[in-house]
């Protein structure tokens, strides 16, 4: 059964800052990893879907890494903002399968 | 439609009482999931469907957790016998087919008194 874990859990960090959140699973063999975005109290946002095929997708100022051999995949922010405060969640979605979320602060 | 629509968004029942929650998926997704967030926690995985068909329904928490789909298109969530422990957000996703990317709808509160 795929364990998908995420690591660390709450995360603070100064305006500006660059910054990655780590997303682990325990079975290699899948065939894509999504990362999302969850706002208190809201539905979850779609941020980028790497393909088993693909090392990295990138989209403004996101960057997802995906090493399937190690079982890990990353997600770099550059430069954060206080609005990308929020939970990021890691799926493997062929396994249908979440992590429990890093929880991002961003301060002014 | 061009997004997930689940409704209501908010749901509140005494315990006991039966509850259904909708989805509407966007149009011509075949695939639609369901996942359980309670507050503070994770996305539990419920069910999954393909089409009409449920190939995995191994995240229902008991048998008076039931869905069902028809039309390939909507999918229904109904929870018998609500009790406390039901509360929590329930998330509904489409993907264009099994194991692509999903697109999740808001959600429905449920809170059981």
């Known amino acids: 059964k795929q364990e998908v874990t995420q690591i660390p859990a709450a995360l603070s960090v100064p305006e500006g800052e660059n910054l990655v959140l780590n997303c682990s699973f325990t079975?290699?063999?899948?065939?894509?990893l999504q990362w999302f975005r969850q706002d208190p109290g809201k539905g979850l946002t779609s941020l980028l879907l790497i393909q088993s095929s693909q090392r990295e997708q990138t989209s403004g100022r996101l960057n997802a890494s995906l090493d399937k051999s190690s079982g890990r995949s990353t997600l770099y922010i550059a430069a954060s903002q206080p609005g990308d405060s929020a939970t990021y969640l890691c799926?493997?979605?062929?396994?249908?399968?979440f992590g429990a979320g890093t929880r991002l602060t961003v301060k002014p | 439609g061009a997004g997930v629509s689940q409704s209501p968004s908010n749901k509140v029942t005494e315990k006991g009482k039966d509850v259904e929650l909708r989805c509407d998926p966007i149009?011509?997704?075949?695939?639609l999931y369901w996942y359980r967030q309670s507050l503070g926690q994770g996305l539990e995985f419920l069910i999954y469907f393909q089409g009409n068909s449920a190939p995995d329904k191994s995240g229902l928490p008991s048998d008076r957790f039931s869905a069902e789909r028809t039309g390939g298109s909507v999918s229904t969530l109904t929870i018998q016998r609500t009790q406390q422990e039901d509360s929590a957000v329930y998330l509904c996703?489409?993907?264009?087919?099994?194991?692509?990317?999903?697109?999740f709808g808001s959600g429905t509160r449920l809170t059981v008194v």
């Open positions: 149009s011509g997704h075949t695939a």
């Open positions: 996703a489409s993907s264009l087919a099994p194991s692509y990317g999903y697109t």
């Open positions: 079975d290699s063999a899948i065939y894509n």
């Open positions: 799926a493997v979605i062929s396994d249908m399968r």
